[in-house]
T-cell receptor, first 113, second 112 residues
Framework: DTEVTQTPKHLVMGMTNKKSLKCEQH?????MYWYKQKAKKPPELMFV???????INESVPSRFSPECPNSSLLNLHLHALQPEDSALYLC????????????FGPGTRLTVT | GQNIDQPTEMTATEGAIVQINCTYQ??????LFWYQQHAGEAPTFLSY????GLEEKGRFSSFLSRSKGYSYLLLKELQMKDSASYLC?????????????FGGGTRLMVKP
């Protein structure tokens, strides 16, 4: 199984809503990532979890809150977002000690109204 | 910090060969990746170079020169389905090498 899955595929939310994005992998990878990608731009790293602990936070606003409940799951909790947060949110995973490649999920297309 | 440059757009003809260049500046270089991304989809891994030289994988090849901070992705026998964005990404040794920084991507359009 070389797949990273993400739910939902699409999400529309208001600025006062609270929602969560979910990511799952069963490849035994110990590093998991959240990226944000705006249209026609490259992915930008938001968070890195290593062995279920947050190791990198790229100065992301607190309205984005990551959570890693176990080694296979990664969540991104959203609260009080702004319209400019509309983007494709990509989850990825990699082997911790052999970071030859990151496997990306299909992404969640988020629209904030 | 890092600086990664690649052309914004390229056009090529079906059946031809195209070379997409990437230049980078980084401290603690620890590998360069090429990803393909079709519109609205996730990036998919194409190649990885950490030592100088050419890595060949079917129709795709990738080259690295660490002394020049330069890589290219070579696509042969172009097919219409190769129309996509091609992302150059550099890994450095910060944070146990877990971070990839992506270039802006090159949008390749393959014409009949």
């Amino acid at each position: 199984d070389t797949e990273v899955t993400q739910t939902p595929k699409h999400l529309v939310m208001g600025m006062t809503n609270k929602k969560s994005l979910k990511c799952e992998q069963h490849m035994g990878h110990r590093a998991m990532y959240w990226y944000k990608q705006k249209a026609k731009k490259p992915p930008e790293l938001m968070f890195v979890y290593s062995y279920e602990k947050l190791s990198i936070n790229e100065s992301v606003p607190s309205r984005f809150s990551p959570e890693c409940p176990n080694s296979s799951l990664l969540n991104l909790h959203l609260h009080a977002l702004q319209p400019e947060d509309s983007a494709l949110y990509l989850c990825a995973s990699s082997q911790e000690k052999s970071v030859y490649e990151q496997y990306f999920g299909p992404g969640t297309r988020l629209t904030v109204t | 910090g890092q600086n990664i440059d690649q052309p914004t757009e390229m056009t090529a003809t079906e059946g031809a060969i195209v070379q997409i260049n990437c230049t980078y500046q980084t401290s603690g270089f620890n590998g360069l990746f090429w990803y393909q991304q079709h519109a609205g989809e996730a990036p998919t891994f194409l190649s990885y170079n950490v030592l100088d030289g050419l890595e060949e994988k079917g129709r795709f090849s990738s080259f690295l020169s660490r002394s020049k901070g330069y890589s290219y992705l070579l696509l042969k026998e172009l097919q219409m389905k190769d129309s996509a964005s091609y992302l150059c990404a550099v890994r450095d040794r910060r944070n146990a090498g877990n971070m990839l920084t992506f270039g802006g991507g090159t949008r390749l359009m393959v014409k009949p």
